[in-house]
């Protein structure tokens, strides 16, 4: 029995617009990313996929992309997951900071490092704030891609992978980062070539798998 996903970055958000590190700071969709989002559902619509559920982060940007795509697709009553293990990767010390500031304060070698490596931890935050939708301890003060790539494995086993085998077709809209986690684990990518991955604002996936969650199917829509 093939199953079928689709996995979506969030329309472009306020701080994309203005190059800032973001991570898990809560931001909205700018007019271009509601654009996006709604150009994205229109390009699932085209699909004719049933979605059964469909999972996001808790961070704003990424539930109205969602709320979008499925006004655009007509399935709002599909059972909607927010979890934090889907957040954008955490960038520490970083958030918002201006990427070319943080180049001429860190170097651009670092930075880009920072951005694109699978192992390195940008620099962490001294203290993190009490927010009432992440219970103590889980928030990070930093994170690699690895450690994103860890959180949101149990996820995708326990959540997206069971409803999965049993044919029932399943979308993701999150975030640049995790979406590159979850990608490096559906196509098995090493961990050198993940740095190379790019996920574009608003840009739908889908995939194909056979009765194993083998994929026999990718096409960017």
Not at 77 to 87: D, F, G, Q, T
Request: hydrophobic share 40%; aromatic share 8%; proline share 4%.
């Amino acid at each position: 029995m093939a199953s079928e996903l689709i996995i979506m970055r969030h329309g472009q958000s306020v701080a994309n617009r203005d190059n800032i590190f973001t991570g898990w700071s809560d931001v909205a969709l700018t007019e271009l990313g509601i654009k996006q989002a709604m150009a994205a559902g229109q390009k699932i619509k085209t699909c004719q996929i049933k979605f059964s559920q469909v999972h996001t982060s808790y961070l704003k940007r990424a539930i109205q992309t969602t709320n979008i795509v499925m006004e655009q697709i007509d399935q709002l009553w599909v059972p909607l997951n927010k979890s934090w293990r889907l957040n954008e990767r955490h960038y520490g010390a970083l958030r918002g900071l201006n990427k070319e500031i943080a180049k001429k304060d860190y170097g651009a070698e670092q930075v880009q490092k920072w951005r694109r490596s699978y192992t390195a931890i940008p620099p962490l935050l001294a203290k993190l704030a009490t927010l009432r939708q992440y219970p103590a301890g889980i928030e990070p003060r930093g994170e690699s891609l690895a450690m994103a790539y860890q959180r949101l494995l149990p996820y995708w086993q326990d959540q997206i992978a069971p409803q999965l085998l049993q044919g029932k077709p399943q979308l993701v809209v999150a975030h640049g980062s995790t979406l590159r986690a979850l990608i490096k684990y559906l196509d098995q990518v090493s961990d050198e070539d993940i740095k190379s991955i790019e996920v574009g604002n608003g840009e739908p996936i889908y995939y194909q798998f056979d009765e194993h969650l083998n994929v026999i199917k990718k096409v960017f829509l």
